[in-house]
């Protein structure tokens, strides 16, 4: 059983938005179906401001309530591995944060909250009254999580080139289910590979 876990990949797939544009509720909503078809999978939030990290009501303590196997807050400065609550002092680039969540540490998926202009491969959620327009580099977008219409994304100049409306996903904000069950064939893929 043990060298069928280390033959998989990881997958990191970025959540992304501007603030408020609902991350976090975003994350919480599909954590608990990509447990459900046994993915183990950490969250790395990245925090503008001071935090207290894994008390009741953070963000930190709700990936862990919607079943998080590990949560790393990344601030300017320092971050909080919650997984086993150290305090560590941020010296190390982003990468290695992905090394706190090794394969071998049965963590198959790494979910990133915020990291916009990271290199990840990502989802954004664009709504209305929140979002204008898409703030990621749509070489790395590969969906886009909204409240908005098809027509009215295309209306606003939300979705700007064919290539978004050919190769972007557009899911229904309120329909978090089928985003991660599109989230778990992704992951499938790369198993694949």
């Given at each position: 059983?043990?060298a069928?876990?280390?033959?998989?990949?990881?997958?990191?797939?970025?959540?992304?938005?501007?603030?408020?544009?609902?991350?976090?509720?975003?994350?919480?909503k599909?954590?608990?179906?990509?447990?459900?078809?046994?993915?183990?999978?950490?969250?790395?939030?990245?925090?503008?401001?001071?935090?207290?990290?894994?008390?009741?009501?953070?963000?930190?303590?709700?990936?862990?309530?919607?079943?998080?196997d590990?949560?790393?807050?990344?601030?300017?400065?320092?971050?909080?591995?919650?997984?086993d609550?150290?305090?560590?002092?941020?010296?190390?680039?982003?990468?290695?944060?992905i090394?706190?969540?090794?394969?071998?540490?049965?963590?198959?998926?790494?979910?990133l909250e915020?990291?916009?202009?990271?290199?990840y491969?990502?989802?954004?959620?664009?709504r209305?009254?929140?979002?204008?327009?898409?703030?990621?580099?749509?070489?790395?977008?590969?969906?886009?999580?909204?409240?908005?219409?098809?027509?009215?994304?295309?209306?606003q100049?939300?979705l700007?080139?064919?290539?978004?409306?050919?190769?972007?996903?557009?899911?229904?904000l309120?329909?978090a289910?089928?985003?991660?069950?599109?989230?778990?064939?992704?992951?499938?893929?790369?198993?694949?590979?």
């Open positions: 059983m043990k069928e876990r280390t033959q998989r990949k990881q997958f990191i797939l970025a959540v992304s938005g501007v603030k408020n544009s609902g991350k976090t509720t975003l994350i919480t599909i954590l608990p179906f990509l447990k459900a078809k046994g993915l183990n999978v950490a969250v790395i939030k990245h925090d503008g401001h001071d935090f207290e990290a894994d008390v009741p009501e953070t963000d930190s303590w709700n990936f862990a309530k919607a079943g998080a590990g949560t790393l807050v990344d601030r300017y400065n320092y971050m909080k591995l919650i997984s609550g150290t305090v560590l002092k941020k010296s190390e680039q982003f990468g290695k944060y090394s706190f969540f090794p394969l071998g540490g049965d963590v198959t998926g790494l979910t915020g990291f916009k202009y990271s290199n491969s990502k989802i954004e959620l664009i209305k009254g929140n979002s204008a327009k898409s703030v990621c580099d749509s070489k790395k977008l590969l969906g886009i999580v909204t409240d908005f219409k098809k027509e009215e994304l295309k209306e100049k939300i700007e080139t064919e290539k978004w409306e050919k190769q972007i996903k557009i899911f229904d309120n329909q289910g089928s985003l991660a069950e599109w989230i778990y064939q992704l992951w499938e893929e790369i198993q694949k590979r």
